[in-house]
């Protein structure tokens, strides 16, 4: 049953690594957050599941209404659990989407599933795992299938260097529908060396790519999201730039030669020489 915002204390566990993961009242715009080890991970509102509280995941959400015709279910994939904040996304926009999530700490899900719980009726089908080996598990159907891989995983603070090379865009990638859109959440700070490599890592997987960020991000000025978006097929962004200057925060799409140049002489990563994301400074969730 869901939680009652007047509930003390907040419901946790202790995950494998020795992490603490809590639900815990959102102090902004009502909600509930998934705060793991002092990070939050996530925001949900169960009662308007439409409401992207988080300034990366709402822009997330903006590339997701643009895929197919608008309300049409979509075949998705999301490496990267929380507290499911996209899938449930996916849901309310789009009623009827079949949707596989991948979730390594068995622990955190049944601490969402209990306190955050889904939708009554959502095809979504969690599985427990690391999110590069289950995809090897995952219905041989699915090749070639998903409108959308979402990659969105972090231990901590930080994004696991395996999931960070170019061997592993490519197994994501073998799920993407022609036309199918991946879209990579990278958290960098000053001078975005990790991002501009992840960039370049996405483009020697799939040949179009934009990249969103609030726009002090984007020039490397602050800690922050960035949100990768490729495909195989040209990515519609007439709308974007308008759409990313009235919120939240002003914000920008990069896209063709600006891309190129923000990833120019940029490694792509291998599993030979990947390395985790950096860690944020604790101080940058002082709320």
Do not use: C
């Not at 822009?59 to 449930?88: E, F």
């Amino acid at each position: 049953m869901a939680r009652t915002r007047d509930e003390a204390p907040a419901p946790s566990v202790r995950l494998s690594d020795g992490t603490l993961a809590r639900v815990v009242p959102s102090p902004f715009g009502g909600g509930w957050e998934l705060d793991v080890d002092g990070t939050p991970q996530s925001h949900v509102d169960l009662d308007d599941p439409t409401h992207l509280h988080f300034e990366y995941v709402a822009r997330m959400g903006a590339v997701i209404d643009r895929l197919r015709m608008p309300g049409q279910p979509l075949t998705a994939i999301h490496l990267g659990a929380g507290a499911l904040t996209i899938p449930r996304y996916v849901e309310a926009t789009r009623p009827g989407s079949r949707q596989q999530v991948v979730e390594l700490e068995p622990a955190l899900w049944n601490l969402v599933r209990e306190n955050l719980p889904l939708p009554r009726g959502a095809q979504i089908r969690v599985r427990i795992g690391d999110a590069r080996e289950t995809l090897g598990r995952l219905p041989a159907g699915l090749v070639g299938a998903a409108d959308l891989v979402v990659s969105d995983v972090y231990s901590g603070a930080q994004t696991p260097a395996h999931l960070t090379t170019v061997e592993f865009f490519t197994e994501a990638a073998r799920f993407l529908a022609p036309d199918g859109v991946l879209l990579v959440n990278v958290a960098d700070g000053a001078g975005l060396a990790f991002a501009r490599r992840e960039v370049a890592t996405v483009q020697a997987v799939l040949e179009h790519v934009i990249v969103l960020a609030e726009v002090q991000t984007l020039k490397g000025r602050r800690f922050g999201n960035l949100v990768i978006a490729a495909s195989r097929q040209p990515l519609p962004t007439e709308w974007l730039p308008r759409l990313m200057a009235a919120g939240p925060h002003p914000a920008k799409v990069a896209e063709g030669r600006e891309v190129d140049d923000f990833a120019r002489g940029a490694r792509v990563a291998t599993d030979a020489d990947a390395t985790p994301s950096p860690k944020p400074s604790a101080s940058i969730f002082t709320r």
